[in-house]
C-alpha cells in the first residue's frame, strides 16, 4: 500500500468511527448509571432525520444540530419516563425506541418533503467542512510521514477531533469528579446513593441526558458531515455496533474507543475492496464486504458479553425504601 493509499484508508477509518464513538459514549452514560440503552440506533436515526429537515428548511447548522441533540434528549427522557420512573422493562423500552424511530422519520418525510421518506439535500454552507482541506497537499513534501499525517489526521471537520478528543474528558468526567463517583455507584449500588441523600433518578435523567446530546452529535454527523441528506435507516446498524464496542471494551471510554475504530478500519475496508480481486479468492462478492463489520459485532457480543463485567445495577429497576 502507498502512501496515498495509506492515508486515505486511515483518514476513512477516522471518519467512519467517530459517529460510532459519540454513540458510545452517549451508551457509556446511560449505561454506566444502571439504564441499558437497546435505543441507541433509534435515537441516532431519528437525530439524523432532526438534522437533515432542520438544516435543509432553515439552513442553518446551529439549528440543525441543536434540532437533532434536542430530538435525542427527549427520546431519552422517554425511555427514562418508562424505566426510571415507571420501572417498566428497559429492553423492551429501547426497542420499542427503535421501531417508532425507524417508522416515524419515514412516515415523517413523506409527508413534510414528500420524497420517499428522504429530505431535501443540506446546503454546502450547512455541512460541517474539514478544518485544514489542504493539509494533505501542504505537507506532500515531506516523504511518506507528510502525506499520511496530512491526508489521514489532518483533513477532518471539528466533529471528528470533537469526538478523540471526547474520550479523555468522558474518561476524567466518570472517574476523576464527584458527579462521575455517584454516577458509577448509582450503578453498582443505587440503594448506597440514596441512603448518602443523593437523588438516583435525578442521577439517571442527567445521565440520559447526556446520552441524548451525544446520539443528537452522532445523528447530525451521518447528515451534516459524512452524507448531503436523510434517507431512511441510513443508520445501518451503526447503534447496534455502538453497543457491541461498548460491551467489548468493557464500559470503559478508551476500551470502548479501539473498538470502534476496530469497526471503522473494517468499514473503510470493505468500502475499499468492492472490485478488487484477492490472491487465491479472486474477486470477493460485495455483499460479503459489506457485512463483515456486522460479522464482527456478533462474533464480539459472543465471544465476550459473557466475560465483560457489566455494572451490578445495570437493568434492574430501583424502588426506593420507605
Known amino acids: 500500500m502507498d502512501e496515498a493509499s495509506l492515508g486515505a484508508m486511515l483518514a476513512s477509518t477516522l471518519r467512519l468511527a467517530t459517529p460510532l464513538i459519540l454513540c458510545a459514549l452517549a451508551g457509556l452514560f446511560s449505561e454506566r448509571s444502571g439504564v441499558v440503552d437497546i435505543g441507541l440506533e433509534g435515537k441516532m436515526l431519528f437525530a439524523a432525520f432532526a ?14 444540530l441543536l434540532a437533532a441533540m434536542g430530538v435525542a434528549v427527549l427520546l431519552s427522557w422517554m425511555h427514562g419516563l ?15 425506541i427503535n ?31 474539514p478544518l485544514f482541506p489542504q493539509a494533505g497537499t501542504l505537507l506532500a513534501f515531506i516523504p511518506f510521514i507528510g502525506r499520511v499525517l496530512g491526508e489521514g489526521f489532518l483533513t477532518h471537520n471539528a466533529l471528528v477531533y470533537f469526538a478523540y478528543a471526547l474520550v479523555p474528558a468522558v474518561w476524567w468526567l466518570l472517574f476523576r469528579t464527584r458527579f462521575g463517583l455517584r454516577l458509577r455507584a448509582v450503578g453498582e449500588n443505587p440503594q448506597m446513593v440514596d441512603a448518602a441523600g443523593v437523588s438516583v433518578l435525578r442521577l439517571r435523567y442527567t445521565a440520559l441526558a447526556l446520552n441524548g446530546m451525544l446520539c443528537g452529535l452522532a445523528g447530525s454527523y451521518l447528515v451534516l458531515a459524512q452524507s ?14 455502538a453497543l457491541a464496542a461498548l460491551i467489548f471494551g468493557r464500559w470503559l471510554p478508551f476500551g470502548a474507543l479501539w473498538a470502534c475504530l476496530l469497526f471503522g478500519f473494517l468499514d473503510a475496508a470493505a468500502i475499499r475492496l468492492q472490485g478488487v480481486p484477492l490472491p487465491l479468492v479472486g474477486e470477493v462478492p460485495v455483499q460479503f464486504i459489506q457485512a463483515l463489520p456486522y460479522v464482527l459485532t456478533v462474533v464480539l457480543l459472543a465471544g465476550f458479553i459473557g466475560k465483560a463485567v ?6 434492574k429497576p430501583y424502588l426506593k425504601e420507605r
Not at 82 to 96: E, F, H, T
Not at 232 to 238: I, K, L, V, W, Y
Not at 310 to 315: D, I, S, T, V
Open 51 to 64: 438534522a437533515g429537515a432542520v438544516g435543509a428548511v432553515s439552513g442553518s447548522t446551529s439549528l440543525a
Open 82 to 96: 418508562a424505566c426510571v420512573s415507571y420501572r417498566g422493562d428497559q429492553v423492551v423500552s429501547g426497542v420499542a
Open 99 to 129: 421501531i417508532i424511530a425507524v417508522g416515524l422519520t419515514v412516515v415523517l418525510g413523506i409527508a413534510w418533503f414528500a420524497q420517499g421518506g428522504q429530505t431535501p439535500p443540506v446546503d454546502t454552507s450547512v455541512r460541517i467542512q
Open 228 to 241: 448531503a441528506n436523510f434517507s431512511a435507516n441510513m443508520t445501518a446498524g451503526r447503534g447496534f455496533m
Open 310 to 315: 457489566a455494572p451490578q445495577a445495570l437493568g
